[in-house]
Structure formats: structure tokens, C-alpha cells
């Protein structure tokens, strides 16, 4: 596994390429830890190139969500259907600070409206006012 930070609408990025398991779980968890330093409010995780999650990477979401929590919210990007059917089983998709988006351009809209970060009922539908996002440095964490 692979993690690539990027910033998007001023907010931490993970560009996430490979299978999260236990063993891939503590480089994720690093990635994460690093990004929240910041003062981040909110974190995305593309999961475009995830095709497996298990207990571990579910485990490191379910963290970075608890740190989000009241000012923001976590957003995954193009999850597989499979890896959203994990998170919906062990409850994540219900959560009110979680939002799922089937692209980055969705994702940007959606923090660019600072009255969406944290509205219940919203998650990953795209809202208007999409802005430029700065570019970000991009780090890799094996």
C-alpha cells in the first residue's frame, strides 16, 4: 500500500493505491496522524486504487473519523463498491461526519460550502460554489 497526500480545498488528501490490511493499517494510520497535525477539519481519502479494506483500515478510519468530529467530517473518494459495502456494514455510511463521493470534483464542491461541514443528511451529494483549490505538496508514506 501506498499513501499520497495532497491538499484539496485546503484540507488533507489521502491518495490511497493497494490493499489496506493489518499489515499496510500502521503506514495508513501515520498518513492520517501527519495530516490531522495540521489542524485539519476535515480528511478525504481517495480510494480509487483500494480494492481491499479489512479490520485494520477500517480500524484507521474509523479513528480519523472520531478526530473530525464536531467541526468537519471524513469523505471517501470513488470507493469500490465492495470497500463501501464493508463500511456500511459495520455502520461508517451512517455516520452523519462521513460522506462518500464518486469524484474529487464532488469532494472540492463540497468543501468549498463551509455551511456543509457539518449538516447531517448531506453526505456525498455535491452542493454548489465549487472553488480553486491550492496546490498541495504531495508525500508518500509506504
Known amino acids: 500500500m501506498l499513501v499520497a497526500r495532497q491538499d484539496l480545498g485546503g484540507q488533507p488528501l489521502l491518495q490511497v493505491s493497494g490493499d489496506v490490511d493489518h499489515a499496510a493499517a500502521p503506514g495508513l494510520r501515520g498518513a492520517v496522524t501527519e495530516a490531522f497535525s495540521g489542524g485539519a477539519s476535515h480528511i478525504l481519502f481517495d480510494l480509487s486504487s483500494c480494492p481491499y479494506l479489512d479490520s485494520g483500515g477500517i480500524s484507521v478510519l474509523l479513528e480519523a473519523l472520531r478526530r473530525v468530529r464536531p467541526g468537519g467530517w471524513l469523505g471517501v473518494i470513488a470507493a469500490s463498491p465492495h470497500v463501501l459495502r464493508i463500511l456500511g456494514i459495520v455502520g461508517v455510511t451512517m ?7 464518486s469524484t474529487t470534483a464532488e469532494a472540492k464542491t463540497a ?6 461541514r457539518t449538516k447531517a443528511g448531506e453526505r456525498g451529494h455535491a452542493v454548489s460554489g465549487m472553488g480553486a483549490a491550492p496546490a498541495g505538496d504531495s508525500k508518500e508514506h509506504a
Open 95 to 101: 455516520d452523519p461526519f462521513f460522506r462518500s463521493f
Open 111 to 116: 468543501l468549498s460550502d463551509k455551511c456543509s
